[in-house]
């Protein structure tokens, strides 16, 4: 089962701000935060991870609490191409690791 | 110059039939994968291998067989089809060229069983 919990579904005007939550209240020490996206048709696609530090990436930001139980992806200037399903997944970061996707935050970007 | 593709795009066939869907990946990954995304769009993973090994098998009926030739290709053979097979099937791979280990997707193959 997947270890954490994000709302079903959210809209977005274009060009704000996204931001997509994610609780993972019983992540593992050694587990990271991963965050990928399937656009409607298409394979998933990464977007970003993070042990505990806030990251930052040509796509995204995210933002760990300190006490690792929840994090915020953000898309700064959200597009139309950014409408999505948007997975949270925690995992050990080695390369043979599974992910185990949940049901996501379908995010709907509007103009 | 795709990075993971899957052969073929779309498949329709009568249950009962045997099929056979290929996966390639040119990313020099060591490790490929085998999701499946259900009519209520649940993705899971089904298996996995690392350097032609199974590393994973999630539960899957043994009508469900992977074989990797080599660490570049990633077969799923599937025999005695039923309509629950139905579904969009996903190949990954990730490796240690992979910047952070995420996982590459190919464009999936959305089988149909009649």
């Known amino acids: 089962d997947a270890k954490t919990t994000q709302p079903t579904s959210m809209d977005c005007a274009e060009g704000r701000a996204a931001n997509l939550p994610c609780n993972h209240s019983t992540i593992s020490g050694n587990e990271y935060v991963y965050w990928y996206r399937q656009i409607h048709s298409q394979g998933p696609q990464y977007i970003i991870h993070?042990?505990?530090n806030n990251e930052t990436n040509e796509m995204a930001s995210l933002i760990i609490t300190e006490d690792r139980k929840s994090s915020t992806l953000i898309l700064p200037h959200a597009t139309l191409r950014d409408t999505a399903v948007y997975y949270c997944i925690v995992r050990v970061s080695y390369n043979t690791d599974k992910l185990i996707f949940g049901t996501g935050t379908r995010l709907q970007v509007f103009p | 110059d795709t990075a993971v593709s899957q052969t073929p795009k779309y498949l329709v066939t009568q249950m009962g039939n045997d099929k056979s869907i290929k996966c390639e990946q040119n990313l020099g990954h060591d490790t490929m994968y085998w999701y499946k995304q259900d009519s209520k769009k649940f993705l899971k993973i089904m298996f996995s291998y690392n350097n032609k090994e199974l590393i994973i098998n999630e539960t899957v009926p043994n009508r469900f067989s992977p074989k990797s030739p080599d660490k570049a290709h990633l077969n799923l053979h599937i025999n005695s089809l039923e309509l629950g097979d139905s579904a969009v099937y996903f190949c990954?791979?990730?490796?240690?060229?992979?910047?952070?280990?995420?996982?590459?997707f190919g464009p999936g193959t959305r089988l149909t069983v009649l």
């Open positions: 990954a791979s990730s490796g240690t060229s992979g910047r952070y280990n995420e996982q590459f």
């Open positions: 993070g042990l505990k």
